[in-house]
């Protein structure tokens, strides 16, 4: 059940990946990560991390997509018409490069799935409980957590004064 | 007074930095004010100074002034420190004397020049720049005096720096000085190996005991010593920037030949008396390069038509005299000839520029002429200096030249030779005067008709210091009258404390009816040059043409200044511009020149290369990243 | 736990890759940064799938932490290119080199 599950996911996941990069209409290509981003949350969901998948259903999946969305439509972009690629050499490196960094991530896993082992809490299941999580955050994370706040309000003011025509 | 010695050396220099640096904004009248008042006033701070020295007994006249230290290394100390003694007293006096009276005579001549300020500034600085050489109690001060009046004539010498002349003779000083300050400060180096000290007072104490009579370390000093003061005093064989050195504007000139700059070398060896007495070799050589100069340089003053180089050739000469004194062992002799060439160099040098004033800037002697109806105040004043310089009885040439002259035959060091030197010297020097007199202000006038109509007397700024000068030219000598004419020498007894023992070392063993002898024949050889001149210049003046043709090649000769510059320009200028421009082609241009440009263009080259991976695309620099990673990611999996 | 971890790991590399090669290969200045969204999946993946693993709940803080971040950057990123499209009526990053001059 778990295992269908996450070959389900995963697969949804990497395809919807690939066709974020693929599709030459921002649009799609929105769509298309929204549905990577909910399987992602499924993901962590079938590992147990449910306050995380509902974070991030609610975060990316709602708040920064729907930006994305805003801005897509605010700029009325339409299919890229940017004309063929004058560096060719830059796409076809780009695919080489990506396809050998997934081989050597990929050597590296299997090579160290063993040293991995067993988890040492063992099979569980749902471990996670918001308490936990948040008790942590406001104790032993709480300045990064306050900072987290500093670099959000950075951001507002950051994004108010680069896109207002007219200050 | 003797404490507040440093006064005199502090006027002049306010003076100079007032003048330089605020002078642009003032008026005629203060920068005259500051000029000649701070000379002034350096003046009588001299006077007091020598007055104060007067009173006390001859042995105690030694004073040294310290005003702080300056250089202290190791063993090696220096103090920007003053001695005052009888001869540096009589300097300073003489200097700041001279150089007031050339000051004010500036203010008249140079009235309408567009660098009034900064002549004036200048020429403040030369007078520092004297008294501080002669007021040093140790040679690394004397030294900075010594460079700072080649700077300063350097920049007066060229003052007229748009005039492609004026600039060469400027720089020509200042290198043929250079020569001679190299040796100078070669032997400053030696003298400190030597005694350990750069100061005078122990130097001159302990010479006899460091120094071996004679030996190689003592003729080392004193010949590289007098390298220098070959140099500054324009002697056989660097006189040659002398002569260039009218460029300037000619109270400049007096100030040079009479007050400051030529005068430092023969104080500089009068000042070492002791250690040059220490080296009968040096002495030999000072008195033949002074004796040589004296007869050298007056023969080529005889055929020149130019007034101010006759004037500068004969200054070569008398200064070749004091040499030769010095040479001879006779300091006080030179000195005291020196303090009377100042009066009558600096007065005939006046009375030139005061022509040239006259005259629009007129420089030939040839185009002259019976001058003396337009400037009577002039061809007087010229008049008296002619006769010092021509050593007629009376006059104060005749004490000191006759000292000179007697003291070569009779000393330990004279010879019969070098009296020679001295006494043919003696008839040309009274001959080219004289020729220079008569041309300039006797005979038929030889004017254009302009300048006929513009000949003038000089204003009083410039005939009052004229006259003052006449009246030292004419009594100046009186103070060292020799005991053969009832006169007690004072100048020299006066200065004895400053020579030391070295006065005793050259007593004189003849008789006094030789001197008589030799006394009566120096008057009638300076009657002779007189009377020559007369009859060249006045009687029949159709003889100098006859002779020069008659002479040809000899006259050609020595019109040309013996061809030296000619010489010097082959055998050292030429070679060394050959080599400077091997240097400049190959050395500086290809190989310099080549490797630093080399480098720029390896450099560019490769900029050129890496150039292209700077496309300034964010993607193409993400790629480069992503390369990156992979390679480090494959060394680790390699590994 | 019936999944192994290294096939999440495997899982979070291949979408990271995903990222990198859209980052790399896309012109679009948006699609650039849906790649790097991507990308921060891929990283908020491992750091769970870690953190279930060795049943550490720190690493879900960091994915806390690592989404409030993505909020900011997409904020600011967003509206730098609606400030580049206003001035260049465009989006292609190509269209913009003023990094060399």
Known sequence: ?167 | MLDKVWLVLLFPLLGFLLNGLFGWKFKRGLINLIACGSVGLSFLVSLGVFLDLLKLAPEARHFEKVLFPWVVSGSFKTAFSFLVDPLSALMILVVSGVAFLIHIYSTGYMHDDPGYVRYFSYLNLFTFSMLLLVLADNLLLMYIGWEAVGLCSYLLIGFWYEKKSAADAGKKAFIVNRIGDFGFALGIMLTFVIFGTVYFTPILERAPEVLQYGGAAATAITLLLFLGAVGKSAQIPLYVWLPDAMEGPTPVSALIHAATMVTAGIYMVARLSALFLMAPVSMLVVAIVGGVTALYAASIGLMQNDIKRVLAYSTISQLGYMFLACGVGAFGAGIFHLMTHAFFKALLFLCAGSVMHALAGELNIQKMGGLKKHMPVTYWTFLMGTLAIAGIPGFSGFFSKDEIIWKAFSSAQGHFLLWFLGAAGALMTAFYMFRLLFLTFHGKSRLTPELEKRAHESPNKMTVPLIILAVLAVIGGYVGIPHLLGGGNRIEKFLEPSFGQVSKAVETHHSGGVELLMMIISVLIALGGVYLAYTFYIKKTELPKKLAERYRSIYTLIYNKYYVDEIYNAVIVQPLKFFAIICWRFFDVIVIDGSANGLAKLVGLIGNLIRRFETGYVRNYALGFVVGVVIILGYFMLR | MPVPLGYYLGLAAIIFTVGVIGVLVRRNAIIILMSIELMLNGANLTLVAFSVHLQELSGQVFVFLVMTVAAAEAAVGLAIIVMIFRNRESVNVDNLNIMKW
Do not use: H
């Open chain 1, 1 to 167: 059940m778990v295992t269908a599950a996450f070959i389900i996911f995963g697969l949804a996941a990497i395809v919807s990946a690939i066709m974020v990069i693929s599709f030459r209409n921002p649009m799609a290509s929105a769509i298309a990560l929204i549905v990577t981003l909910c399987s992602i949350a499924g993901l962590f969901a079938i590992m147990g991390a449910t306050f995380v998948a509902a974070l991030q259903v609610i975060v990316y999946a709602g708040a920064i997509m729907v930006l994305f969305l805003f801005v897509i439509m605010l700029l009325n972009l339409k299919r890229d018409e940017f004309g063929p690629e004058k560096r060719k050499i830059q796409r076809t490196l780009g695919i080489i490069l990506g396809l050998l960094l997934v081989l050597e991530v990929g050597i590296f896993i299997q090579a160290g799935l063993g040293d991995f082992g067993p988890s040492p809490a063992g099979d569980k299941g749902s471990f996670t409980s918001i308490t936990e999580l948040s008790s942590l955050l406001f104790t032993k994370y709480l300045f990064a957590f306050e900072v987290t706040s500093l670099l959000l309000l950075v951001a507002i003011v950051g994004a108010v004064i680069l896109a207002k025509k007219k200050l």
